[in-house]
């Protein structure tokens, strides 16, 4: 490689910052139209798809502190997204489970993104698409397990 080449690792961590600092400009700017904060977002699709969970399950699921999950658990309790029950296992613990309102309102945020991202690459072909997707997917694994493992 020659000197002013920069190594294949050089350009992923330069477009990766890009990437996530024009993702976040898209939200704060409303492109998307149906918009929810991404911490709210990735909670609710998570207990679409686990179904009741606790907060600790969550935390470590996120990789955050349970203060952290709890504060954002309980946003999410006052706009009505989510109640909690008790564990049949344990009385002690309590459950997370999405209310009625939850899943009608999290299609319509997935819809307006998947809206953005189609819009975004309409002039891409359905094999880069998807070429593109299955490397997020990758990468997005990647440093899942890299983070689980060094935890």
Request: glycine share 4%; aromatic share 6%.
């Amino acid at each position: 490689m020659d000197r002013n080449e920069k190594s294949p690792f050089s350009m992923i961590e330069s477009q990766i910052s890009i990437f996530i600092r024009r993702a976040e400009a898209a939200r704060l700017s409303n492109i998307m139209g149906k918009e929810m904060d991404r911490s709210s977002y990735l909670i609710l699709q998570h207990l679409e798809k686990a179904g009741p969970t606790g907060i600790k399950t969550l935390s470590t699921t996120f990789q955050l502190d349970i203060s952290t999950v709890s504060r954002q658990i309980a946003a999410l309790e006052a706009k009505g997204l989510i109640s909690r029950l008790i564990d049949p296992n344990d009385a002690r613990i309590s459950l997370l489970q999405l209310t009625e309102d939850a899943p009608s309102l999290l299609a319509e945020v997935r819809e307006s993104r998947e809206a953005f991202f189609k819009d975004l690459l309409n002039d891409w072909s359905e094999e880069e698409v998807r070429t593109f997707g299955t490397l997020l997917l990758k990468f997005n694994e990647t440093a899942e397990k890299r983070i689980r493992s060094r935890s």
